[in-house]
């Protein structure tokens, strides 16, 4: 229980402080104490109620959902971006102006970055800003070739973050998904193939999206999966790929002839990578993500906030 005289000091100290803006070295000079006494001081006026603290900010419920994300799933970051009431599209591009922004700020004692492929990524490299970073080298995690959707295939990507950041790239140019699992062992040991794939396992940083076969799929649309494989997917308990490798809700990968077929990065690989970036949109994903941080694959989650929301709800 304070004294009234006790009671009347925290309230003073605490409105020069909070209401006045003196510093708490001002405020002991004047009181004739201790800086350390006045911390204590403000401590205590917080503790009795004295002083309540309040953030008025509309971005401090992302602030709390990143904290939970990182928290929950152990992750070294989580970007969780304001995106209520836009469509896909400008969800999509504020995803990728908030990755790409994280990117840039975070690329000491970056040498080699890792890219997938998929239409946020797509995002990412576009909303990237013009920089000089000459001793960066860019490398497709997947494979990417043919006549569609080329602008959000891995080696387009390379090239175009290539070239915003002045740096350099590799490119494999070979498909993501190879038509048999034969003719995909001959081509990873072709030496200009097998020089890509193992630089993609040695990058510092990948950027990588989530993707969901039974919705929008790019890789439907580019002709790598068909009906019978989206049927056989709900059958093995697919939720989502992560360059395009398959993934059920509690991150293993599933056992599907297709997964014989990619050419590209394993899910064992992203693990030993220092720092992989998801980055991912949209609330039919939610599953497809929670697989993604389930398998441990991820270190830094970009999102909306519709979606982080949903995925926290989901895996309560």
Not at 55 to 76: A, C, G, M, P, Y
Not at 99 to 126: F, P
């Amino acid at each position: 229980m304070l004294s009234w005289e006790e009671r009347r000091q925290l309230v003073k100290t605490a409105n020069l402080y909070y209401i006045e803006g003196w510093t708490q070295e001002q405020i002991a000079k004047k009181v004739g104490v201790s800086r350390p006494v006045i911390s204590k001081q403000l401590q205590k006026a917080k503790d009795f109620g004295i002083v309540e603290v309040f953030i008025k900010d509309e971005s401090l419920h992302t602030v709390e959902l990143e904290k939970e994300l990182e928290n929950r799933f152990q992750l070294k970051d989580a970007v969780v971006v304001p995106t209520e009431g836009y469509s896909s599209d400008l969800s999509k591009k504020a995803i990728g102006q908030a990755a790409s922004n994280y990117v840039s700020k975070n690329l000491k004692n970056v040498n080699k970055i890792g890219i997938s492929w998929g239409t946020t990524l797509a995002e990412v490299v576009k909303e990237y800003p013009y920089e000089r970073r000459e001793n960066i080298k860019i490398i497709p995690l997947v494979g990417g070739m043919g006549s569609q959707h080329v602008e959000i295939h891995a080696n387009q990507l390379s090239y175009e973050l290539a070239k915003k950041m002045h740096g350099s790239c590799s490119y494999l140019y070979i498909p993501a998904v190879i038509e048999s699992a034969e003719l995909k062992d001959r081509l990873v040991n072709m030496h200009d193939v097998k020089t890509v794939l193992e630089e993609g396992k040695k990058v510092d940083m990948a950027l990588v999206g989530i993707g969901y076969p039974y919705q929008d799929s790019i890789l439907r649309k580019v002709g790598y999966l068909n009906d019978e494989d989206i049927e056989e997917f709900r059958k093995a308990g697919v939720v989502g790929d992560i360059s395009s490798r398959f993934l059920d809700v509690t991150g293993h990968p599933i056992n599907h002839k297709i997964n014989d077929k990619v050419i590209g990065i394993t899910l064992e690989d992203l693990k030993q990578i220092q720092t992989v970036v998801g980055v991912a949109e949209g609330i039919n994903k939610k599953e497809s993500i929670l697989g993604a941080l389930k398998g441990n694959y991820l270190d830094v989650l970009i999102i909306d906030e519709p979606t982080a929301s949903a995925l926290l709800a989901l895996d309560s």
